[in-house]
């Protein structure tokens, strides 16, 4: 062979090796991709039992906290210092120190405190 051809042969090898260089860096990369692809599911699994135990925590505190009031609470005649609400109900709050909560509340006020507000 003379070594005009060696030499053409020689750096035809080099961009072979190259190539399969990058391609080897390249299959590296994508099979890291993969490897975290694999975990999220095994992330989002975990995260999502996670997420439903602490729904259902928050449901057993909202059927214990929102249970419908007897008739005998509902009829004290106290005074309400506090009256807060939100997307999950009302928390009532008497002078007494009462702690009322319910998914809804209606008041009736006398005239004279409707004149005042």
Same mark, same amino acid.
């Given at each position: ?6 030499? =053409?042969? /020689?750096?035809? @090898? ?5 190539? !399969?260089?990058?391609?080897? #860096?390249?299959? $590296?990369?994508? &099979? ?17 039992? =996670?997420? /439903?135990?602490? @729904? ?5 505190? !909202?059927?214990?906290?929102? #249970?419908?009031? $007897?008739?005998? &609470? ?44």
């Amino acid at each position: 062979m003379t070594k005009t051809k060696k030499e =053409e042969v /020689e750096r035809q @090898l080099e961009g072979v090796e190259g190539e !399969a260089k990058n391609i080897l #860096a390249r299959v $590296s990369s994508l &099979e890291l991709e993969m490897d975290k692809e694999r975990r999220l599911p095994m992330e989002f699994s975990a995260r999502s039992k =996670e997420l /439903e135990n602490d @729904l259902s925590k928050l449901r057993s505190v !909202a059927d214990v906290q929102f #249970a419908p009031l $007897s008739k005998e &609470e509902l009829n004290k005649q106290q005074v309400v210092t506090e009256i807060e609400y939100s997307d999950i109900g009302v928390t009532i709050k008497t002078e007494d120190g009462g702690v009322f909560y319910a998914k809804t509340a209606f008041i009736s006020p006398s005239a004279g405190v409707l004149q005042r507000v």
